[in-house]
Each structure stands twice: as C-alpha cells, then as structure tokens.
C-alpha cells in the first residue's frame, strides 16, 4: 500500500506539534517525555518541528477533541510558520482528524498515523510490510465511513446513491478483502514459524526472546553475542521483524536467541495485533531478556512500558533476565548499583563495547538450569501420555516397564514436571 502518512519532501516538512494531555489523566509522563518522544517520531518520519503548543483538556470535545479557542490558536500558528503538518500526541477520531483540517486548512496527523508511517518506511521483509499493510488498513478503514457521510452529500437527496458514495463502497469492499487476504496470509507464516519453533522444541533447544523499548540496544546485543549482522540504528522502529540465531554458551549449551520489534508505550492496539505473528516469538519464549537503555533519561518509565505491552501479550510472568545496556554512556555508574540489587535477575553490560558481556552468558546459564529439573518418577502403566510428555518436553534417560508401573527417568521443563507427581 502506498505509503499514506508524511510524505518524503525536498527538505523536512515543517510540523507543528500538538500535545495533548487530559487534566483528569493521572499519567506518568510528564509533558517533556512526551514532546521529546513525539520530536524522534517526527524525525524518523522526515519531519522537523518548528513549533509546539500543549493544548491542557477538561473534557474532549467530540467534534475537535480539544477547545476551539485551541484550534484557533493552532490554525494563527500554522499559518504564522508556514506549517505543512499538525501532528497531535493524541489520537484522533476520522470526524475530529477532518473537522480539524477543515478549520486549520492543513493536514492534520495523529500518533499512531505517525507511528505507521515510520514502520511503513522501515518495513523490508514480505512478512513486516503485509503486517504494516494490515494494520494501516484497519486504522484507515473507520476512517472511511465518516468520509461516506460527506461524499453522500455530493450525491443528492435522500434516497438517491452519489457518485462518491459507490466509489466509496468499492473503496471499502476492497480494502475489507485486501484485510480478510492479509489475514489469512499472515496466518501462513504464523504456522510456518509455530512449525519451526516447534522442530526446535523437539531438539530440546530453549528460546530467548530479546524484549524492550524500541533503541534500547536489542539488536545490538543479538550481535554482539552471535555475530548476526542485524540492521542497528539510533532511532526508533530500526527493527521489524524477528530475526532467531543459535547462541552457544561457554558450557556448550545451545539456545535460541530471537530479536523482534520494539515496543514503546501506549503502543496502537492493532499495530500489536497485526505484528501478531512476530511477536508469537516473544510468547513463545522460554525466558525473556528485557533490554533497558540505563542512559535513557526517563528509562524507568520506559520499563514499565515494555511491562504493558509484555501484559498485552500474556507474557509478563515469564521467567525475565533484566539487561541494563548502555553502561559505557553513564558517567556516574554508583546509583546503577543501587538499582540492580532490587532484581533477582539484572545484569549491567554494554552491548556495543562487549563489558560484562561474560556476566550476561552465566546469568543466561544459571537461568537455563533453573528451567530443567530432573525427575525418576514411576507411573500407573496405563499413564502412556506421560512417557509420551517427557520425549516430547524433555530429553529422556531411560524409560523401565513393570508390571504394574513404569519408570520415568528424564530431565523436563520446569513447568511440566508437576504433572508425572499428580
Ligand atoms: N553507547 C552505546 N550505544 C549502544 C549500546 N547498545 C546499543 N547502542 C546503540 O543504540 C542504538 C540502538 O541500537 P539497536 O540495537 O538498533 O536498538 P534496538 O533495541 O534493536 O532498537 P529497535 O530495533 O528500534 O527496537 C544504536 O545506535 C546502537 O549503536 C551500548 O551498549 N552502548
Ligand atoms: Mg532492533
């Protein structure tokens, strides 16, 4: 699909930004972090801002979303700066995008309209450009409807069916097939992957998932520690689909370390759901390593981010290693200290100077022995889907047939061990 969002001029396109906050919100971003979040946005789309306005609302209107006093405000300023583009911090319904640009007369933009649009231009593979192609067409496809309404109008009285109207129904015909299409596309690969983890589940090779704010330094880190050559960036979205390499650990264990899209916070709904299929791998893993950029300002924020999306996903209580990246950029390293005695499982490193990269492989280690137990366990004979279960979860020493019972000696996940004690 084409690309829908800022387009690419000579020049950055002059952008006004917007930033909304609700009085009754109890939100913990100050207005900083958002303004600083919303300028990278901006700039990893070829936009420059030249002015900002924090519009402070009561209650949304359902027309505008915020005051009109405001709007005016903001259409003087546009006008004053020759802006190209309003973007707002806060997303827009269709009517209040329209009416807003009826007033303002320039194109008016929202943050997840700005978020698709930076993951449309860094897409690369079939499967991340179908995934940004779905979730574009569900966030355009409501949008349309109100369209309809006005079109309709073009079209004459009631009863009677305009021209834009019908072209309006093809539009939405097609855009409904196009989403049914990707869908059923989509879930392809998302067997094709389930096919692949599963050859690896049945090799007994455990999955890591590296998770975290988008910049944090994830690919860095896949890198760093298996030489995989993935695309890194100072910026956000650098990564968009999952990329999984074999990780040998000093002690010849094998794992299977995975990379995938960063998150950020209050992330679109349907830009989780149509990254589906990649984010099947963060699900699936058996331990996550959540990678923190520790020189970020505002990193402990960041974090709980990553907790909501990670929530989102059902995968919050998985078993989590805490990376504390970027440790070369702190100056002052003695409050960091402080920090990592609150975790179980927290390690300082920098991924892009490889320190403490062999602290980070015994923390991997020691979490990788606390996944397995042994068990010697003898079971009713009739008890067949247990000795099928250890071949399947675990790796088996022997297997012994009595009479009345048989005898399970195997070395299983953690988590299905319970079940040969019931
Ligand atoms: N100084 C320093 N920079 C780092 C470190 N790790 C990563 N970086 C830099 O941080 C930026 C982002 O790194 P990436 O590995 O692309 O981050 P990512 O988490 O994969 O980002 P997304 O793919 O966008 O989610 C790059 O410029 C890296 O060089 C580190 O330990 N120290
Ligand atoms: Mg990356």
């Not at 979040?37 to 209107?61: N, R, W, Y």
């Not at 319904?93 to 993951?119: C, M, Y």
């Not at 855009?175 to 989509?186: A, G």
Request: glycine share 6%; proline share 2%.
């Amino acid at each position: 699909m084409k690309n829908i969002m800022i387009e690419n001029r000579e020049g950055a396109e002059k952008v006004l930004l917007v930033i909304v906050k609700f009085k009754k919100d109890k939100v913990r971003w100050s207005i900083d972090e958002d303004v600083n979040e919303m300028k990278e946005l901006i700039v990893a789309c070829g936009g420059e801002v030249v002015d900002q306005l924090t519009c402070s609302v009561d209650k949304p209107t359902a027309s505008h979303l915020i005051s009109e006093t405001r709007v005016k405000d903001i259409a003087e300023l546009c006008h004053a700066q020759a802006v190209d583009t309003v973007i707002f911090s806060h997303d827009l319904k269709g009517s209040q995008q329209r009416n807003l640009e009826n007033v303002i007369k320039t194109k008016i933009i929202d943050r997840t309209q700005l978020i698709l649009d930076i993951f449309a231009k860094h897409a690369s593979s079939k499967e991340g450009k179908m995934q940004v192609e779905l979730a574009q067409l569900e966030y355009l496809l409501p949008r349309l409807v109100g369209k309809g309404i006005e079109l309709s109008r073009l079209g004459g009285g009631i009863g009677t069916l305009g021209p834009g109207e019908t072209k309006l129904e093809v539009d939405r015909r097609r855009i409904s097939q196009r989403i049914v299409k990707l869908k059923r596309n989509l879930s392809e690969v998302a067997n094709q992957r389930a096919l692949k983890r599963k050859h690896r589940k049945d090799k007994g090779v455990p999955a890591f998932s590296l998770v975290g704010y988008t910049n944090a330094g994830k690919s860095t880190l896949l890198n760093t520690l298996t030489q995989a050559g993935q695309v890194t960036r100072n910026g956000l979205f650098t990564t968009l689909d999952s990329l999984s390499r074999q990780l040998v650990l000093p002690n010849n264990q094998k794992i299977i370390l995975s990379d995938t899209v960063g998150f950020m916070h209050d992330l679109p709904h349907h830009l989780i759901e149509a990254f589906h299929a990649t984010l099947e791998e963060v699900q699936e893993a058996d331990v996550l390593l959540h990678v923190m950029d520790v020189s970020h300002p505002y990193f402990r924020h960041l974090k709980e981010s990553v907790e909501d999306v990670l929530k989102e996903l059902e995968s919050l209580d998985k078993v989590t290693i805490l990376v504390l990246n970027k440790i070369d950029k702190l100056e002052d390293r003695e409050w960091l200290k402080g920090f990592e005695k609150n975790f179980d499982n927290a390690v300082c490193i920098s991924a892009k100077t490889g320190e403490n990269i062999p602290e980070l492989l015994d923390k991997i280690s020691e979490m990788l022995s606390s996944l397995i137990v042994e068990i010697n366990v003898d079971v009713p004979i009739s008890r067949m889907d247990l000795v099928n279960l250890a071949h399947e979860e675990g790796e088996v020493y022997s297997i012994k047939y009595y009479a009345e019972t048989i005898n399970i000696r195997a070395a299983v996940p953690k988590n299905v061990a319970g079940r040969f004690y019931k």
